[in-house]
């Protein structure tokens, strides 16, 4: 999936290693090419550097080396003890995301001339991150033998590309959030502090755009052949494709002339209840199509949610999705039991048609939104403004809710991660839809969601890509996502007397 995936970085991993001078830095040596070995085994091709710092010397040469080289990425490796200055003047300078690993020693037969001390090292080299004002990313088990630093190396690759990602993002906004949708709201300070550019833009912004593009004749008449392919015997408007595809042209041509100083972007777009009166359809297809390219487009102008979707599809490398976290199940419905869940874990993502055609099982379609139809259209009338959405259930499988926001008083940024699946059941109504069960759920609603004030909108990943966003939230220096809690602990707030 991820390969066919356009506005995702590519990550250029560097691995340097450190030796302190009191030290063999022949162990240093020795040991890097092992855990170069290892990482080429589990079919990563990092730039291994030749020179194994020991002084200040060296660290600004390095540094250089790695810009020229393109490194994005950079893996510390102390083969032994490591000198702490150098090693995190290097880390100043790359001014890359950066992991902190150390060899474990080899054989009990080898701990006179062979002991590396990396154990030890490690604690410096924290501290002086820590006085530099600098944040590695040190993982559960920091010291190992190549083969587990090389795993740990793979999973640092992802956590960093959701950091150059979003501090090289792009969000392009159109039209104020719906009446009542206060949930949508985007202080930009916060985002500001993350690295994020915003760019907002008006609904006669996009229109006047949308009319403009009409001129495009060839590239309109590709793009609604290639939505007539992807629908197949789901095209049941094919009246409505050539605005579609018009639209589409649209949003791609807006994206590639006002990236500016950013590689990546993502769309907050108003999608009702002006825009169906003035376009003449729903929009929720051509963002179903941009997300499934890599490009996702958040309903009702909800940044935050563009961002969310972002990160969870850097931290997946796979397309996703956003959807209301909807609706309860009624009892009666039938759904495969899942282990750790109970009923009231169970619960409905919905929305009006903007999940990739991938994520959908075969006999989507194309329909028009019953809920804006019921508000705008005379239901007696065959549809037309409100159509365009693409309406199925979703793929069974692993998922991944996420969501990042600002806190209710707009001073900074909480996030939330959860784990679950969804289950192979119908879900008996309308819109992308699809039950989802996720342990923990009902409680974690009510004193995560609630309690926090999240709002109804979750970026959802199809894989489990929980760790990596975990790690890649405090990397890029927010408090940890909250998560479900067991039910032998309790959540701040939650009455210790019971239900």
């Avoid at 701990?111 to 490690?122: E, F, K, T, V």
Wanted: aromatic share 8%.
């Amino acid at each position: 999936m991820a390969s066919s995936m356009i506005n995702m970085p590519q990550v250029r991993m560097g691995i340097v290693a450190v030796s302190r001078d009191c030290f063999p830095i022949e162990l240093s040596r020795r040991r890097l090419k092992a855990l170069a070995a290892s990482c080429r085994a589990r079919g990563m091709k990092p730039f291994v550097c030749d020179t194994v710092i020991e002084n200040e010397a060296q660290s600004a040469a390095v540094a250089a080396e790695l810009r020229e080289r393109g490194v994005n990425a950079l893996t510390i490796f102390l083969g032994n003890f490591g000198p702490e200055g150098p090693t995190t003047i290097l880390a100043k300078l790359a001014g890359l995301p950066f992991m902190l690993i150390g060899a474990a020693e080899e054989s009990g037969d080898n701990l006179i001339n062979g002991r590396g001390d990396a154990y030890c090292g490690m604690l410096n080299a924290s501290l002086n991150s820590g006085l530099r004002g600098l944040r590695p990313y040190i993982p559960a088990r920091p010291i190992g033998m190549p083969d587990a630093l090389a795993a740990e190396i793979e999973h640092f690759q992802a956590v960093a590309r959701v950091w150059i990602g979003i501090r090289n993002l792009k969000v392009f906004a159109f039209g104020p959030r719906p009446q009542d949708f206060y949930a949508c709201n985007a202080p930009i300070r916060p985002l500001y502090d993350l690295g994020i550019e915003v760019m907002e833009n008006s609904e006669l912004d996009l229109l006047e755009l949308y009319k403009s593009a009409a001129a495009d004749t060839r590239g309109i008449a590709s793009t609604a052949r290639s939505m007539e392919k992807e629908l197949g015997a789901g095209n049941t408007h094919p009246e409505k494709l050539k605005q579609l595809a018009q639209f589409e042209r649209t949003l791609v041509r807006f994206f590639d002339e006002n990236l500016g100083s950013r590689q990546f972007g993502v769309f907050a777009n108003k999608c009702w209840p002006a825009f169906e009166r003035a376009f003449g359809f729903v929009p929720c297809y051509v963002n179903s199509r941009l997300a499934s390219r890599g490009i996702p487009v958040a309903c009702e102008v909800d940044i935050y949610g563009a961002v969310s979707e972002y990160m969870a599809q850097l931290a997946s490398g796979e397309c996703v999705t956003l959807l209301d976290v909807n609706n309860t199940v009624p009892a009666d419905l039938p759904v495969p039991e899942t282990a750790g869940v109970s009923h009231g874990d169970l619960f409905m993502g919905f929305h009006c048609g903007n999940t990739p055609a991938c994520r959908l099982c075969s006999g989507f379609s194309m329909k028009f939104q019953l809920i804006m139809n019921r508000l705008m259209e005379d239901p007696e009338e065959k549809p037309n403004i409100t159509c365009g959405t693409l309406e199925g259930t979703l793929k069974p499988g692993p998922v991944t809710m996420f969501r990042l926001q600002a806190t209710p008083d707009s001073g900074g940024l909480m996030s939330y991660a959860c784990q679950g699946v969804v289950p192979e059941a119908d879900p008996r109504s309308f819109g992308g839809i699809g039950v989802i069960a996720v342990p923990g759920m009902q409680r974690f609603y009510r004193y995560v969601m609630l309690e926090r004030q999240f709002p109804h909108h979750a970026a959802m990943a199809f894989t489990h890509s929980g760790r990596v966003l975990f790690d890649a939230v405090k990397l890029l220096g927010l408090d940890a996502p909250l998560t479900p809690l067991p039910a032998t602990r309790q959540y701040p707030g939650e009455n210790p007397f019971g239900n």
